[in-house]
């Protein structure tokens, strides 16, 4: 089977700093030292090398020992696990994506500066969830919300997204907001430009193949979108979460395979799923 790889796809650089915050912590502070509130990305490979090497990816904030280093995730976190953890003594390794950082102080800006701040995004995902603690009332609208219900009257509106989403579904939302009742409402782009130009590259390779393969965790944010995305082009799509999922049932009558793969989900596992493909 011919396979065509996305020009860009896997890795981004605010999980390739992630990884590599984590391995010089463990490095400079032990095995079992070092406490992540949950697992460091959306990759199973990856988080099990990294638990075998020393990280503690299952902790909470109340149990670690104040011995250990607190390590945040590229989703950020909101200003109260930092002063939580400053509270209980444990000291902070922040690897918090610059993207998302940017995000949150775009956040603190907006309220300091009077606006009310709109969140486009998913009201459960930790980096939505971390974000919207830089002011104290935010509204968050994800894909389903009801605008009516969800958002109250406020002459001033300050919108941003969530870093992952597409422009599309954000200009969308956006042209929805603006047709509630304001004075004046003031739009900061906080989207990732390495998950914007991943969802250019899947879409435009979906619409040249026979069938897409989304590579990536199941609650990984950017994957789902990009499985979205290229379902949506009208590709037949399989987001896969590791490669026993893939059967040869999935390419039969196919001829042209289409690979893409989400920020959390390393080129190697990109290669060996290519070279089981082009086998079949
Ligand atoms: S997807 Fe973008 S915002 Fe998220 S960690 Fe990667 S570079 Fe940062």
Excluded: W
Aim: charge should be negative; hydrophobic fraction near 40%.
């Amino acid at each position: 089977m011919q396979v065509k790889l996305a020009t860009s796809r896997g890795f981004c650089f605010g999980v390739e700093d992630a990884i590599e915050i984590a391995e010089a912590a463990i490095e400079e502070h032990g095995a079992g030292n070092v406490v992540a509130l949950g697992p460091l990305i959306h990759n199973k490979q990856v988080v099990g090398k990294l638990s075998d090497a020393g990280l503690d990816q299952t902790g909470s904030l109340e149990s670690a020992p104040s011995s250990k280093m607190l390590l945040i995730r590229s989703h950020g976190a909101p200003p109260e696990t930092f002063a939580r953890a400053h509270e209980r003594g444990l000291h902070v390794v922040d690897a918090t994506c610059v993207l998302v950082k940017r995000a949150q102080s775009v956040v603190r800006q907006l309220h300091e500066d009077g606006y009310h701040v709109v969140m486009i995004g998913d009201p459960n995902h930790p980096e939505v969830r971390g974000v919207i603690g830089y002011a104290p009332e935010v509204t968050v609208i994800d894909r389903g919300s009801d605008l009516e219900k969800a958002l109250p009257f406020r002459e001033r509106l300050g919108i941003v997204a969530q870093t992952t989403h597409s422009p599309e579904h954000v200009a969308d939302v956006i042209r929805q907001i603006l047709t509630r009742p304001f004075r004046e409402a003031k739009i900061i782009n906080t989207l990732c430009l390495e998950v914007t130009r991943r969802q250019e590259a899947a879409a435009a390779l979906a619409r040249e193949v026979d069938v897409m393969f989304v590579l990536g965790g199941l609650h990984s944010a950017n994957t789902r979108e990009l499985a979205r995305i290229c379902s949506e082009v009208g590709c037949r799509t399989y987001h896969l979460e590791t490669l026993e999922q893939f059967t040869v049932a999935m390419v039969v009558g196919k001829t042209v395979a289409g690979v893409t793969a989400g920020a959390s989900t390393p080129e190697s596992v990109i290669v060996e799923f290519v070279r089981k493909l082009e086998a079949v």
